[in-house]
Structures are given as structure tokens and as C-alpha cells.
């Protein structure tokens, strides 16, 4: 089992900021899965994350499975640091997505 370390966005978000930038409210499953992913790119860009993170499926460890933008893991795949980030590096993040405290630790589901 991997871990990543990042911020929970949730699907409305996401849908919502897909709307923002033009794209049509989903009407398919597919289209729902469409606009999370431009929703997301959208926000990594403007948090200039876009090469040092990844977006991720993730769970809490209550079970509850949310979207993620990771800045670390321990999937050797991923190429990214096994490592927690800096606060420079997730500061614009933080801000943008107005989370208060630093990256957490989850697990894929």
C-alpha cells in the first residue's frame, strides 16, 4: 500500500473551479471525471505545483475517499520525494486551496 503526502480537495471544488474556466457543467460520468481532472490541473498551474505534484486518489483513515494533490509518496513510481515538503514548497497551495496546516500523510484505497 502507498502513501501520499498532500491536500484533500474535494469533487466540488473541483467541478466548481472546471465550471470557472469554461467548461460545461458534466452531464455524464464521464464528463464529471473530465472536468475533475481540468479542475485540478487548473489549481495546480495557478499554485505552480503542476511538475512537483501529482493528483491522487486517496482515503482517510476513517475510510473516506477523497482527490489529493501529493507532493510526496512512497510509490517509487511516482517519482516523487519519499519525504515531507518544505513549507515553500506547498505555500501557494496551502493558500490557494485556504487549508490551514501543512500536508498530511494518506493512503490509496
Not at 481540468?38 to 499554485?47: E, K, N, P, S, V
Not at 501529493?70 to 487549508?99: G, V
Request: aromatic share 10%; glycine share 6%; proline share 8%.
Amino acid at each position: 500500500m502507498f502513501t501520499y503526502c498532500g491536500y484533500l480537495v474535494r469533487n466540488e471544488l473541483l467541478l466548481q473551479r472546471a465550471i470557472e474556466i469554461g467548461h460545461a457543467p458534466p452531464e455524464t460520468a464521464e464528463d464529471q471525471r473530465d472536468n475533475i481532472l481540468q479542475g485540478a490541473l487548473d489549481i495546480m498551474g495557478h499554485a505552480g505545483v503542476l511538475r512537483s505534484a501529482r493528483f491522487r486518489r486517496v482515503k482517510t483513515p476513517k475510510g473516506h475517499k477523497f482527490w489529493c494533490i501529493a507532493f510526496s509518496s512512497n510509490d517509487p513510481c511516482d517519482r516523487l520525494p519519499a519525504t515531507a515538503p518544505s513549507e515553500e514548497e506547498y505555500k501557494a497551495l496551502k493558500e490557494l486551496l485556504q487549508k490551514k496546516g501543512p500536508p498530511q500523510w494518506y493512503q490509496t484505497p
